[in-house]
């Protein structure tokens, strides 16, 4: 096939139809190496300078090249998350047949920011806010809308927060200084919830910080002492972020305790669940979020532990009405009715405007998963993060940071007879070598200047067999480096 047919044919349904099919093949067996633990890296490492060089050669290359070749060795040179010794971020290895759903979002490019636009996208997003309000426990009240990403979702539902515990239109009038909004949090929260603080413009000292216990938990005992400290200094403090559960460690936070004191103190309780919002499916693991339907608003990421492909993530209010009073904002051109809430507008409740079709992506896994599906897979993940804490503490050369709660454990390589900066420092190698061999790809992290390597078990594919390999490989690792 002449290469320059793609130019002189860009919408020739035949030609899609070719490479489409070659495309899936070349998919299919790419899933089917990659789950099958193949010697192949999990990340096929090159340095960036080198692989940012690569695709300049690309450039030059240009159309000459074969479309498949091209696509190939994109897959070929990429992270594979299917791989089941794919333990890193939490990034998940999506449904296939939700990517199929996904590549048929891509190719209409419906916008979901007027229904017009994106009518079903629009219609199934709906029914998910219902589905995942009713596991809440909310009423009919409730409503919700997608964000890309859940560092957009953090930032929606707080600025809602501004704008509803103002004593004034802050949308209309900016920010006075005297009425500063204040967020109480803990330095276990995600890095976005203080970037949007500052995106906000309140600067730091609208981040109430109160301490976390030994599991990395808010400490609630100490909520009234920082609360009153803040007013003191005359933070108009309007809302708890609580963690559902934390990026770093995956520990969940005392809803109910939390939820007592924005209670008695008439403050939002927000909870960032958007790694940790999948127990909603489990009966076994449903206890963490005790007290989820008293929250005022939520983050749902379902790219994280509910296997669709990304960014795709809900964010729910207890009070619908408030998901509206942000982005007041006229846009005639988009909207007719400027003061109706009209759901089926999401413009006018997101930051975004044109939005990619999240809602047909979700719809399609919830579709066709059920509840047992997805109460199994974060059962079974949950478990083995437990097993693997257990294995790390049955051998006297590791040792785990806590006992996990989610699916997330961080640990490290500990025989003995270092100092806290040695071990950071062969932890650190030890994680280098092993993603630059591909032989599993794990990440770290620092809490309270100890450097811990870190695994998110979220790869439905990855068994306890992997597990204990990467301990041996981390074994023989260090003794290399020794
Ligand atoms: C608790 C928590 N909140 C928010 C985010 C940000 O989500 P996203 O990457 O979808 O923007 C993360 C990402 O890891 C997270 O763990």
Request: glycine letters at 6%; proline letters at 3%; charged letters at 25%.
């Amino acid at each position: 096939m002449s290469i320059r047919k793609y130019q002189e044919a860009p919408f020739d349904p035949e030609l899609f139809r070719q490479d489409g099919h070659k495309i899936i093949d070349i998919l299919s067996d790419y899933l089917k190496e990659v789950v099958n633990r193949p010697d192949t890296p999990v990340l096929p490492w090159t340095d960036p300078e080198e692989l940012a060089e690569r695709y300049a050669e690309s450039y030059r290359r240009g159309n000459e090249e074969p479309f498949i070749e091209y696509i190939s060795e994109a897959l070929e040179r990429s992270n594979h998350l299917h791989h089941p010794r794919y333990i890193g971020h939490q990034v998940t290895s999506p449904l296939p047949h939700v990517a199929l759903a996904q590549l048929c979002t891509t190719l209409l490019n419906n916008g979901a920011a007027v229904y017009e636009m994106g009518p079903v996208a629009m219609a199934m997003e709906r029914n998910l806010v219902r589905l995942f309000s009713g596991m809440i426990g909310y009423d009919d009240n409730a409503d919700g809308i997608f964000t890309h990403g859940g560092s957009a979702g953090n930032l929606t539902a707080m600025l809602a927060v501004r704008q509803v515990k103002s004593p004034y239109n802050v949308w209309e009038e900016g920010i006075k200084k005297e009425l500063k909004t204040g967020f109480i949090v803990t330095d276990q929260s995600h890095y976005s919830v203080a970037r949007n603080v500052k995106i906000m413009g309140l600067g730091n000292d609208a981040l109430i910080k109160v301490p976390y216990d030994k599991c990395y938990r808010m400490r609630t005992d100490l909520l009234e002492k920082y609360y009153e400290r803040a007013l003191q200094k005359g933070i108009s403090v309007a809302a708890v972020i609580a963690n559902s559960c934390s990026t770093a460690t995956g520990s969940y936070d005392d809803l109910m305790a939390i939820a007592d004191f924005c209670e008695r103190y008439n403050l939002w309780l927000h909870v960032d669940g958007a790694h940790g919002m999948g127990v909603l499916f489990s009966d076994k693991y449903r206890h963490l979020i005790r007290g989820i339907e008293r929250a005022d608003s939520i983050v749902i990421d379902f790219h994280k532990m509910l296997l669709i492909p990304g960014l795709n993530s809900m964010v729910l209010f207890r009070d619908g009405r408030q998901s509206y009073e942000t982005f007041a904002q006229k846009a005639s051109y988009l909207f007719k009715k400027q003061t109706e809430n009209e759901w089926y507008n999401s413009a006018k409740r997101t930051l975004e405007c044109t939005k990619s079709s999240l809602g047909f992506v979700a719809f399609t896994a919830f579709k066709y998963y059920n509840r047992d599906y997805f109460g199994n897979y974060i059962d079974s993940r949950y478990d083995l993060a437990k097993r693997f804490t257990e294995m790390v503490r049955e051998r006297n050369n590791f040792e785990a940071a806590l006992e996990p709660q989610a699916n997330i454990v961080c640990f490290r390589y500990n025989s003995g007879g270092l100092d806290t900066e040695e071990l950071n420092r062969l932890n650190a190698a030890i994680r280098d070598i092993i993603i630059k061999e591909g032989k599993f790809y794990i990440v770290q992290t620092e809490l309270e200047e100890i450097l811990w390597l870190r695994v998110t078990i979220i790869n439905p594919l990855t068994t306890e067999e992997d597990m204990q390999l990467l301990l041996k490989v981390i074994e023989e690792t260090a003794s290399s480096i020794h």
